[in-house]
T-cell receptor, first 110, second 114 residues
Framework: EDQVTQSPEALRLQEGESSSLNCSYT??????LFWYRQDPGKGPEFLFTLYSAGEEKEKERLKATLTKKESFLHITAPKPEDSATYLC???????????FGEGTQLTVNP | EPEVTQTPSHQVTQMGQEVILRCVPI?????FYWYRQILGQKVEFLVS????????KSEIFDDQFSVERPDGSNFTLKIRSTKLEDSAMYFC????????????FGSGTQLSVL
C-alpha cells in the first residue's frame, strides 16, 4: 500500500525566512510525485510533478526536488501570500489514483 | 486557465437522503475523478472514470456511491442513502490523459449530513 508522510505538520516562518518541507513516500513503482497548494475551503492547486530521482522543478519562490524515498519543497524568501497547506501526492505505475499526505500548513508572517 | 466547475458549493441533507454532486470537467479531458476530504484529514481517492466506465475505485466507494457521465459535459457523484460520516468536502478532478498527467481539481462541494 502506498504511504505518504509529510513533515512538519505545521511551519511558521517570518517573511524572507527560507525553509523546506519534506515528503517521504513508499510505493511499489513511482509514476509521479505531485505537489499541490491548498487554500482554506478550496481545491488543491497544482504546483509540480516530478517523475524520477534527481529531477528538480522551480516556480517563483518554490523549488521541488526528488530522491528515491523523498521529495523536498524548498521555499526561498517566502511572502505572506505563500501561506497555505502544501500537499504531496504519489501516483503508482499500476493505477491512476493519487495518494495524498496529510499536508504541511505553512504560515508566513509579515 | 480552464477550470473544473462544481455545483453546488454547499449541500446540506438529512441522513438517509440521496444527494447528487455535479461537476463539469475541463472540456478536452478524458479522465475524471472524485476525491473527498473530511475536515482535518487528508484528501482521499474515491473513484476514477474513463471511457464511460469506472476504471478504479477505493474501498470507500461502496454500493451507496455511483458515478455517471449523463452527457458530454457533466460528471456526477450520487450517494444513495447518506450517512453522518459522509460529511466531507468532495472534489471533482480531471485530466487529459491517464497516468502522470497534471490533475486539475474543482473548488469542491461541502456536504453536510445532519
Amino acid at each position: 500500500e502506498d504511504q505518504v508522510t509529510q513533515s512538519p505538520e505545521a511551519l511558521r516562518l517570518q517573511e524572507g525566512e527560507s525553509s523546506s518541507l519534506n515528503c517521504s513516500y513508499t510505493v511499489s513503482g513511482l509514476r509521479g510525485l505531485f505537489w499541490y497548494r491548498q487554500d482554506p475551503g478550496k481545491g488543491p492547486e497544482f504546483l509540480f510533478t516530478l517523475y524520477s530521482a534527481g529531477e528538480e522543478k522551480e516556480k517563483e519562490r518554490l523549488k521541488a526536488t526528488l530522491t528515491k524515498k523523498e521529495s523536498f519543497l524548498h521555499i526561498t524568501a517566502p511572502k505572506p501570500e505563500d501561506s497555505a497547506t502544501y500537499l504531496c501526492a504519489v501516483e503508482e505505475t499500476s493505477g491512476s489514483r493519487l495518494t495524498f499526505g496529510e499536508g504541511t500548513q505553512l504560515t508566513v508572517n509579515p | 486557465e480552464p477550470e473544473v466547475t462544481q455545483t453546488p458549493s454547499h449541500q446540506v441533507t438529512q441522513m438517509g437522503q440521496e444527494v447528487i454532486l455535479r461537476c463539469v470537467p475541463i472540456s478536452n479531458h478524458l479522465y475524471f475523478y472524485w476525491y473527498r476530504q473530511i475536515l482535518g484529514q487528508k484528501v482521499e481517492f474515491l473513484v476514477s472514470f474513463y471511457n464511460n466506465e469506472i476504471s478504479e475505485k477505493s474501498e470507500i466507494f461502496d454500493d451507496q456511491f455511483s458515478v455517471e457521465r449523463p452527457d458530454g459535459s457533466n460528471f456526477t457523484l450520487k450517494i444513495r442513502s447518506t450517512k453522518l460520516e459522509d460529511s466531507a468536502m468532495y472534489f471533482c478532478a480531471s485530466r487529459t490523459y491517464g497516468g502522470g498527467e497534471k490533475l486539475f481539481f474543482g473548488s469542491g462541494t461541502q456536504l453536510s449530513v445532519l
